[in-house]
């Protein structure tokens, strides 16, 4: 049987478990590609997906890593991609796939590849990935912003988070950042919000309605749940939009929807791997604006390279939130 080298989980248990060692090579499924792994991105999902948790699981065993950077190894005969194309791509670990971008190979949809400019590098490209197409979708399909508009990000020293500052400043909107710590506090400043608050230190609602007025927010920008949630939405003022993310702090909150009513606040989900069949040609077109903002130095993703051995450490270090920006493990 062909083999290749990966990380491999062989049961649903910690990221910890995960093994240095040999997974069955993939067959190459409609619409999908095999790629050659050069660089791939950690993620708080990884730790979901190992501990059985994540909203989609694959069968044992199989090998995390949902982003990757690298070189188109095998596609069918009537593909987009050819054998040797520079890419960056989500791997269908999103979708029960098995062969996820933390081993030598991986298996990606086509629907959700994107050719790599050739003055962008692998770590570059895996860094920007997600982080930017996600809140993208978020900020323009989802919640349409608008110039002017207040919106507050939860985890903003993230990778996503920063990308999400990012785009909201270039669309003209007024950004507060919400962080963990004085040392993220910051590193955020230097991409120019108008207010930071260290949620862990300050009182959230009481610093930004005694700068900008009672429920002041147009948007809350949310993928931690929790009390970080609950407080951002006492903060909406009427038609308010509430875009939700995920739930990194592990508590998925419940709603109150007569308070959603009588405020009339919108809550809106952003998947935007949803748009892998349903608006292909969408995320294409976002995806080429995003790498010409990066190209022409409108956008600057923060990370950290690492070794592949070092993955299981990193991944303790985002479970435990001690991470800015992203991490990209190459290979």
């Not at 090998?63 to 596609?75: D, I, N, Q, R, S």
């Not at 230097?190 to 610093?207: A, K, M, R, S």
């Not at 939700?244 to 959603?260: D, R, T």
Request: hydrophobic share 40%; net charge negative; proline share 3%.
């Amino acid at each position: 049987m062909k083999e290749y080298k990966a990380w491999v989980q062989n049961t649903v248990s910690p990221f910890t478990n995960l093994e240095f060692s040999f997974m069955e090579y993939p067959k190459l499924g409609q619409e999908e590609l095999i790629i050659e792994t050069k660089a791939a991105t950690l993620n708080f999902a990884d730790l979901l997906l190992s501990s059985g948790m994540y909203q989609s699981n694959p069968r044992l065993p199989f090998v995390p890593g949902f982003e990757v950077a690298g070189y188109v190894k095998e596609c069918s005969s009537d593909s987009n991609f050819t054998i040797g194309d520079r890419v960056v791509a989500a791997t269908t670990v999103f979708r029960s796939g098995r062969h996820g971008s933390f081993g030598e190979i991986c298996v990606a949809s086509e629907n959700l590849t994107y050719k790599l400019p050739e003055n962008v590098s692998f770590e570059d490209g895996a860094a920007i990935l997600m982080s930017y197409l996600t809140s993208d979708f978020a900020l323009h399909r989802r919640a349409q912003i608008k110039p002017n508009e207040l919106i507050m990000i939860n985890a903003a020293a993230g990778g996503v988070g920063l990308a999400a500052v990012q785009l909201a400043k270039i669309s003209g909107a007024r950004v507060i950042a919400a962080v963990g710590s004085e040392e993220k506090k910051e590193l955020i400043k230097q991409f120019g919000p108008e207010l930071v608050i260290n949620y862990q230190e300050e009182n959230v609602n009481e610093i930004i309605e005694g700068v900008f007025g009672k429920r002041p927010l147009d948007i809350l920008y949310d993928q931690v749940g929790g009390d970080a949630y609950q407080q951002g939405i006492r903060l909406l003022g009427s038609e308010g939009r509430a875009l939700i993310v995920g739930f990194a702090s592990g508590n998925i909150p419940s709603q109150i929807l007569s308070y959603l009513l009588v405020k009339n606040i919108s809550i809106m989900g952003v998947f935007m791997i949803s748009f892998e069949n349903n608006d292909r040609e969408y995320l294409k077109k976002r995806m080429d604006l995003i790498f010409d903002l990066f190209i022409n130095q409108q956008i600057e993703p923060i990370y950290k390279t690492i070794k592949f051995d070092e993955i299981i450490n990193y991944l303790d270090l985002i479970g435990s939130r001690k991470t800015v920006g992203r991490i990209v493990a190459l290979r």
